[in-house]
């Protein structure tokens, strides 16, 4: 849920702020959404670092443009 921009409380507050407890089988407790919050975000970050690393050329295989396309066509160069 953190990751589309709810977090745990937020989302219960929307139940309780209509009246209802909480979904218990919907949002599961605290301490797993921690859990897995930050499972999501670990692997998140190894997905950015590889992708870094394609970028940046540190995987062996280097960063390949299209032929068409060259440094000067990039953003920023």
């Known amino acids: 849920m953190e990751q589309a921009g709810y977090g745990y409380d937020y989302?219960?507050?929307?139940?309780?702020?209509i009246g209802l407890k909480?979904?218990?089988?919907?949002?599961g407790t605290k301490e797993a959404?921690?859990?897995a919050n930050e499972v999501s975000a670990k692997r998140a970050m190894e997905m950015m670092?590889?992708?870094?690393?394609?970028?940046?050329?540190?995987?062996?295989?280097?960063l390949h443009l299209p032929d068409d396309l060259g440094d000067?066509?990039?953003?920023?160069?």
């Open 11 to 17: 989302t219960c507050d929307i139940f309780r702020d």
């Open 22 to 27: 909480s979904p218990l089988l919907l949002l």
């Open 72 to 77: 000067e066509d990039l953003p920023f160069s």
């Open 49 to 62: 670092n590889k992708l870094g690393s394609k970028l940046l050329g540190t995987d062996e295989q280097g």
């Open 33 to 35: 959404n921690r859990i």
